[in-house]
C-alpha cells in the first residue's frame, strides 16, 4: 500500500486494504514512547491508535518528541 | 511587496502566545520583540537560575527573579511600546489553553517531551486553527545544517528531530538559540504571509 509519510511517498508491507494507526506503527518500527500522529492532518491521540485506520493515498505524519529547551 | 514600515505595522497588530519562558521562549520574546511584535502572552512558573545563563536571555543579576518578571524588564528595555501579558502559572494540559485564547500563533517553548505533547495534543484537537511552533531537537553543538523547519498542516516543528537532552548533550546557547530564531522566524513567516501575495516558506 503506497501512502505519504512524513511527507514522502512510502510503501507499507501489508496485503490488507486499510491497516490501523497501532498496526502502522509497528510496521514501520516508530517505537519511542512520544509520538505525535496526524493523518491527512488530523490529530490522532494515542487511545484512538487502534481505532483510527490508514488506506493507500493517505498522508500520516509521525513525529518523535525529545527533550529540550 | 511590503516595505519595512508595513513589515512593522502588520506585526504590531498581533499577538503570539509563548508557553514557556527557558531557552527557547525567552529567546523567541527577544527576537518578536526586536522586530516589532505587538503584543506577546508569555507564562512560566520558573525562577531564574544561575543554570539558565548558558543560553537563556537573563542576567547574572537577575538569577532568583521570577523569569516572568525578568523577561518584563528585558524585553520592556528593547521596546517600551511591547504590550506584554505575563502569568506566573505552571501550565498543563487543564489549563494550557486558557491563557492562549485569542493569539494569532503559538509557540511551544517547554524543554520536557512530555509536555511538547501536551500542549500539540489540546491545540491541535481544540484550538486546531491557531498555527502551531514547536522545538524539537537542539540539544549539543555543530551540525548547523541540520537544523531544519518541517510543516506539518498547521504545526510547524523547528530542529535536527533527533538530538535529545542528555549529559554528554547539554542544552547551549548556540544550537538552542538557533532553535529559537527559528520558531519567531516560523511566527513572523505565518503573519507575513498571511497579508502578502509574495509566499514565503516557513
Redesign the interface.
Known sequence: MEIILNNNPDFVETTEKAITVEELLKIKKFSYKLLIVKVNDILVTKENYSKVSVCAGDNVQVIHLMTGG | MLDYQQIRSILKNHTVGIA?A????SNVAMALTRVGIGKLTVVDFDVVAESNLNRQFYFKHQVGFKKVDALRANLLSINPELILETYDVKLDSSNILSFFQTVDVMVE??????M??II??KF??EK?EIPLVI?????GWGNSNDMKV?Q????Y?C?D?????ADNLP?IAPR?NI?AAMEANVVLSILLNKVTNVKVKP
Do not use: H, W
Open positions: 514557556g527557558g531557552g527557547l521562549g517553548a517547554f524543554d520536557r517531551a512530555e511538547k505533547q500539540i495534543e491541535q484537537t486546531p522545538g524539537n531537537g537542539m540539544a518541517q506539518y498542516g498547521n504545526l516543528i530542529g528531530g533527533v538530538s535529545e537532552v542544552p538552542v532553535c
